[in-house]
């Protein structure tokens, strides 16, 4: 199944594609600050999957920093930390602050999920980042693990090399006469 950020009352929400011309809207995704806790740690059922992975791309994609803010307190511990290659954040305002260094130097770029699995706790995701034209810039997997409340303990985020430009590439023919 196949995600894509799409706006919504709310701000904005995770869509996914069952088939040609059948987007849908998961129940509750627009509305992630209504998770509500549950004695056991998984994530496995499908809303809270949904609700994690929309509001984690939606604070990735969130340039304004209050609105950032309260897309990952829904989502995010107090002491939760983000590992990618070179960086290490822990605690909630260093995850805001780190997301807008990102909007500070890629101005217009968003994140686009490709596809989420999730067992127990753990949830994976693949991404994409398109810059402002919607050329692919760099993919990868973001690994989750989340606490009992359904909000993540622990972040890593691995990139892919060599990202793919969406645009077909045209090939030098040669014809004999």
């Known amino acids: 199944m196949s995600y894509r950020l799409e706006p919504s009352r709310a701000g904005s929400a995770l869509t996914s594609e069952r088939g040609p011309g059948r987007p849908s ?26 609700l994690l992975v929309s509001a ?5 994609n969130e340039p304004d ?61 693949s991404w994409k980042l398109l810059d402002p034209t919607g050329r692919e810039r760099l993919a990868g997997h973001d690994v989750g693990a989340c606490a009992a409340d359904r909000r993540f303990d622990s972040v ?9 430009d969406p645009a077909p590439r045209r090939r030098a023919t040669s014809s004999s006469a």
């Open 25 to 50: 809207v998961a129940a509750g995704v627009a509305d992630a600050l209504n998770i509500e806790p549950r004695s056991d740690s998984a994530v496995t059922c499908a809303s809270d999957v949904d």
């Open 56 to 60: 984690y791309c939606s604070a990735w």
């Open 65 to 125: 920093p209050q609105r950032r803010l309260r897309h990952l307190q829904s989502i995010w511990r107090e002491d939760a930390s983000f590992d990618s290659v070179g960086v290490h954040v822990r605690g909630l305002r260093e995850m805001s602050a780190h997301i807008g260094a990102f909007h500070a130097d890629c101005d217009g770029w968003r994140f686009v999920v490709v596809e989420v699995t999730a067992h127990g706790r753990h949830v994976h995701l």
């Open 156 to 164: 890593v985020s691995f990139w892919r090399t060599g990202a793919t």
